[in-house]
């Protein structure tokens, strides 16, 4: 299967944010921004009540409809409506962000010469 496997990540990036996957990035958007999470949960959840009514997917909503579901959610909020934004907003030490996964794979490049060195340099003891 592996070996058949082809990935597109353009397909997968323009499926992702359907269905109201980012609906929890609204919600942690509204956290940073100094809502309680009870609050920012019910926001989250209006906006999604009100674009399955609308028939429309989160980043579809205009300013206007933004501010008439909640005053709170200003224009701002469209910065975790994309994939690239919503991975972007997750900065915490592991997480999704760009400069943390660039940590992460600086981190498992170096565990990796560090067990390839052990791996040379270890003798070899006969068989197992």
Do not use: N, Y
């Not at 300013?63 to 409506?81: M, N």
């Not at 994939?83 to 490049?109: I, N, S």
């Amino acid at each position: 299967m592996i070996a058949t496997l082809t990935l597109r990540p353009e397909v997968l990036e323009a499926a992702a944010p359907q269905g109201f996957a980012l609906a929890t990035d609204v919600a942690e958007w509204l956290v940073s921004q100094g809502v309680p999470f009870r609050s920012a949960h019910e926001i989250s959840g209006s906006m999604v009540a009100f674009c399955e009514e609308a028939g429309l997917e989160l980043d579809q909503l205009d300013d206007d409809q933004l501010a008439g579901i909640d005053e709170r959610l200003t224009p701002d909020v469209r910065s975790v409506l994309s994939v690239p934004g919503a991975l972007a907003a997750r900065k915490a030490r592991g997480g999704t962000a760009p400069e943390r996964v660039a940590e992460q794979l600086t981190a498992l490049k170096d565990l990796a010469v560090v067990h390839a060195d052990w791996a040379q340099a270890s003798p070899v003891t006969g068989a197992l």
